[in-house]
């Protein structure tokens, strides 16, 4: 495919998703339907639902573990609890079992009108997350501990939440680690309506692209970025697109990034995904990679001294992590 026809493919795909992502029935949600889920248990079944007003009663739980880090889980647009995408997260967590594990429930906000209801909820909630985040501080939450992570919209979601932190407090806090799985590309960037996730949001923030120029983040933005297979569709094992906006066909490659994320997490110690870090796919392929880096772990265990691009290779299905040889091309 040309150049001129693959811009254009792109661009018609774009402007079918905008039509139908505003097309779509609003819906005039009130910021006080957004809820957090604290998971205790080995279960789904096993949670209580918190009134973000009462957040700080999560931390004064009996079940919270004041040793273990805590991580907030974001879903994306049109999404909720009952969707693949939180099962799979919450498994992989409670089987991992070291983490406090909390939901964000965001579901009637992130619904209707993509571009006139659930990105401006977005902002709105991202503020409103900052401030319950610093009362929950405030409460004990040891900030250090804490880890935000979102996919699609819940990525651009944890960007406001955690600038809102540090301008709240002055610029003396700051939350230790984001993580933005395929973040929400329009309208983000180039970032001149709203403003996108990027590494000034936290003291560490790693994105992993998997759908990158359709729904997925077009370029690096955060600390460190992470492009298995280019970022780009078709990720391995995923059909061929349908340009069907919003339709599972035309999502498979959006959604591997949480399905790559929760892989790193249920395998606990196990190392997994490793990429090398180089400037871009073709010299990944060719071999002109950083020589005098390290390997790094895309996922939960990335370490937080990476910066910059990493690429790496996947299995087409489970386990997607090909282990070391994921490093190199073949």
């Given at each position: ?149 979102g996919h699609s919209l819940g990525g651009q979601l944890a960007g406001f939440a955690g600038r809102t ?5 002055d610029k003396k806090i700051k939350l230790k680690r984001i993580s933005a799985l395929d973040p929400a ?146």
């Open positions: 495919m040309g150049v001129t026809k693959k811009i254009v493919v792109v661009t018609s795909t774009l402007v079918l998703a905008l039509g139908l992502w505003v097309g779509m029935k609003p819906i005039k949600a009130k910021l006080n339907t957004a809820k957090f889920m604290f998971f205790y248990g080995s279960k789904f079944e096993d949670h209580e639902v918190f009134e973000l007003d009462r957040a700080e009663d999560i931390v004064r739980h009996a079940k919270f573990d004041h040793t273990k880090k805590t991580v907030m889980y974001f879903h994306g647009y049109i999404e909720s609890p009952e969707v693949e995408s939180v099962h799979v997260i919450v498994d992989a967590y409670q089987k991992r079992n070291d983490h406090n594990l909390i939901i964000l429930d965001w579901t009637q906000l992130v619904d209707g009108n993509y571009l006139l209801e659930a990105v401006p909820n977005c902002k709105k909630l991202g503020h409103k997350l900052g401030s319950v985040i610093l009362a929950m501080i405030n409460s004990g939450l040891d900030v250090d501990k804490l880890h935000l992570v932190v540090i301008s709240l407090s590309f329009p309208p983000f960037y180039p970032g001149v309506l709203v403003a996108h996730l990027s590494e000034k949001d936290a003291e560490f923030v790693d994105v992993i692209h998997t759908d990158a120029w359709l729904y997925g983040a077009p370029v690096s933005t955060g600390t460190a970025d992470f492009w298995p297979n280019n970022g780009k569709t078709l990720q391995p094992g995923c059909p061929k697109r349908n340009y069907k906006p919003l339709t599972d066909n035309d999502l498979c490659s959006h959604r591997r990034s949480w399905w790559f994320w929760a892989e790193s997490v249920a395998e606990g110690p196990n190392p997994c995904f490793h990429s090398i870090r180089c400037k871009s796919w073709s010299d990944f392929k060719e071999g002109k990679v950083d020589r005098s880096g390290q390997i790094v772990h895309m996922g939960i265990d990335c370490s937080p001294d990476a910066k910059g691009d990493y690429y790496l290779q996947t299995n087409g299905s489970p386990p997607y992590s090909k282990g070391v040889a994921g490093a190199k091309f073949e």
